[in-house]
C-alpha cells in the first residue's frame, strides 16, 4: 500500500513538473475572455475588457441601415430607435468561463491535442420597442397607399338615349405590416456587416372594398334621367339584401306582370301535380302572346272555383296577405265590367302619375318582392312559405320559376343580360304602360329587377328598350363585380 502511495507521488511530481511550465504559460497568456469564446460571431479584439468592449460597439452598430417600402429607400439610425450595443452584458458571460475549472478547459484540450469547442455570445443589445412602433407608424402615414373604390366609366353609344356603363374596380393599396416588419428592422440593426445593415419592410396589399349599391342608384338614376319616360326600378339581391329603390312606389297598369301571381296561386289550389289541361294553361300563358290573357282568364277561374271574377278576387287577397297592399285585380283580363274604383298609397300620389290601369294595378317593387318571396320559397325559406306553410311548396315556386323561364321575348331585360344567362321573368305592356320583372341569376346569385315605364298616349320603343337593356346590364355588371371583390 505504501509502495502504491509512493507511485502516485512520483506520477504527480512528474507531472508537475512536465506540465507545470505549459500551465504556467497557459494561465499567463490568457486574456481577460477565454479564446474559444466568439462575441457575436467575432473573436475578441483588444487585450482589456474596456477595448473588447468598444471592438464590439465599433464595426457598423452605430451606422445607419437602409430600408426599403418597396422601391422607396429611408435612412434610418440605430439612435432614433435608441438601439445600442450591451457590450457589458456579453462580456459578463463571457468571464463566466473563466470561473473555475471552466479556466483550465483550454489548457486540458491542448494537452489532449483538441480543438476546443467553440462558444459564441449572441449580440446583446437595448432597443425602444415603442421608438420602432412610433417610426413604423411615421412610415405607414407617408408611404401606405389606401385601396381605391369603384367608379363609373359610361361610354356613351351612337343610339340615342344609350349608354354602355364600365364600372372600374376599384385599384388594391398597399398597407404596412408593422408587427411582422420590426423583426426585420432589428435584424438589420443588429447585423454587423454592410451588406447585412439593410431591411425590407413587409407590404400587404389592401384589397378594395366591394362597390357600394348607392353607385348602381347613382347610374341607374342618372341612364334613367335621359329619357322622356317616366320610369321607374326596383333592385335586390336576395342573399346580402342590397337594393335600390328609384320611384318604385308609383303605381302602373298591371298588365300580364300580375300574371305571376296568378301562376303562384295557382299552385296553390293544387294538392297534386296539375294535369294535362292546367299545364297547357300555364305554358300557354307564359309562351303564347296571342291568347295569353284567355288561358290567365281560365287559371283565375280554376282560383275562383269557377269564377274568374273570384279569382282576380282571390288573386288580390292572396297579395294583400304578403303585404303587397298597392297591388291588385278589380277584374279578369278583357272583361267588361264597370270600372272599379280601388284607392291605394301609389295611386293616390299627387306628385307622380303613370296613368295606371283602373282594372289592375302593381308597382315595380311590389313584383320585386314578390319575385324575392318566389326566388326565396325554391330555396325552402322565405314570406311565402310563411304565409301559406300548408298550400305552397318549395317544389311548386320552382315550378313557377321554370314557367318564368318559358319567356320567349328577347327585349327589354333580357337584351341586357349576357348570353345564356338565367332569367325567369314576366313582361307586360299597354299603350302608355311597359314592365318587366324577374329573377337574375348571376355570379353573385340571384337578384330581382322590376322595371316599369310610362308615356303618355303610346311609349316608344326607341326609349323603353334600350332603357330596359341599359339598366339590366348595368345592374349584372355592378353585382359581377361585387362578386368578383368577395371573392378575392
Request: glycine share 6%; with cysteine.
Amino acid at each position: 500500500m505504501r509502495n502504491f502511495a509512493r507511485l502516485l507521488l512520483l506520477i504527480l511530481i512528474f507531472a508537475v513538473m512536465a506540465l507545470g511550465p505549459r500551465a504556467w504559460n497557459y494561465a499567463q497568456t490568457q486574456g481577460p475572455v477565454p479564446g474559444w469564446v466568439t462575441l457575436a460571431g467575432q473573436p475578441p479584439a483588444g487585450s482589456t475588457l474596456d477595448e473588447i468592449a468598444e471592438a464590439i460597439r465599433a464595426p457598423y452598430y452605430t451606422e445607419p441601415v437602409w430600408v426599403y417600402y418597396g422601391e422607396e429607400r429611408l435612412l434610418l439610425r440605430p439612435e432614433e430607435v435608441g438601439f445600442s450595443v450591451d457590450a457589458e452584458a456579453m462580456l459578463a458571460e463571457a468571464e463566466a468561463q473563466r470561473e473555475g475549472l471552466g479556466f483550465w478547459r483550454g489548457f486540458v484540450d491542448e494537452i489532449l491535442h483538441q480543438t476546443p469547442e467553440p462558444l459564441d455570445i449572441s449580440l446583446r443589445y437595448d432597443v425602444d420597442e415603442t421608438a420602432v412602433g412610433d417610426w413604423l407608424s411615421d412610415v405607414a402615414v407617408r408611404y401606405d397607399r389606401p385601396p381605391t373604390s369603384a367608379v363609373v366609366a359610361p361610354i356613351r353609344g351612337d343610339v340615342p338615349f344609350t349608354t354602355t356603363v364600365v364600372f372600374r374596380p376599384g385599384q388594391p393599396g398597399l398597407r404596412l405590416d408593422r408587427e411582422a416588419s420590426a423583426p426585420r428592422l432589428l435584424e438589420a440593426l443588429a447585423s454587423p456587416n454592410p451588406e447585412g445593415r439593410q431591411a425590407w419592410l413587409v407590404l400587404a396589399e389592401a384589397v378594395p372594398p366591394p362597390p357600394d349599391v348607392t353607385l348602381l342608384e347613382e347610374v341607374l338614376q342618372e341612364r334613367m334621367e335621359r329619357t322622356p319616360l317616366l320610369s321607374s326600378v326596383f333592385v335586390r339581391h336576395v342573399a346580402s339584401g342590397q337594393e335600390v329603390n328609384i320611384r318604385g312606389d308609383v303605381a302602373y297598369s298591371g298588365m300580364s306582370v300580375l300574371k305571376i301571381p296568378i301562376f303562384i296561386g295557382m299552385y296553390r289550389t293544387l294538392d297534386s301535380p296539375a294535369d294535362v289541361e292546367t299545364a297547357v294553361a300555364l305554358t300557354s300563358t307564359m309562351t303564347l302572346p296571342g291568347v295569353s290573357n284567355a288561358y290567365a282568364n281560365w287559371l283565375l277561374t280554376q282560383i275562383g272555383d269557377g269564377s274568374a271574377q273570384e279569382g282576380a278576387q282571390q288573386v288580390t287577397k292572396f297579395m294583400r296577405r304578403l303585404g303587397l297592399t298597392n297591388s291588385y285585380m278589380a277584374a279578369p283580363y278583357d272583361a267588361d265590367v264597370p270600372i272599379p274604383h280601388v284607392v291605394t298609397a301609389a295611386n293616390s300620389r299627387s306628385d307622380l302619375t303613370a296613368d295606371p290601369d283602373p282594372y289592375m294595378q302593381t308597382t315595380p317593387k311590389e313584383m320585386g318582392l314578390l319575385l324575392e318571396m318566389l326566388a326565396r320559397c325554391a330555396e325552402g325559406k322565405g314570406a311565402l312559405l310563411a304565409a301559406y306553410p300548408d298550400e305552397i311548396l318549395p317544389e311548386e315556386c320552382r315550378e313557377v320559376i321554370a314557367l318564368l323561364e318559358m319567356n320567349p321575348i328577347p327585349t327589354f331585360i333580357k337584351a341586357g343580360l349576357p348570353e345564356g344567362t338565367r332569367l325567369a321573368h314576366k313582361h307586360g305592356f299597354s299603350n302608355e304602360n311597359q314592365s318587366d320583372a324577374g329573377i337574375i341569376w348571376g355570379p353573385g346569385g340571384p337578384y330581382v329587377l322590376s322595371i316599369s315605364v310610362y308615356q303618355p298616349h303610346w311609349v316608344e320603343y326607341r326609349y323603353s328598350h334600350p332603357l330596359m337593356a341599359d339598366i339590366a346590364k348595368a345592374t349584372w355588371d355592378f353585382f359581377a363585380l361585387w362578386a368578383s371583390t368577395r371573392a378575392e
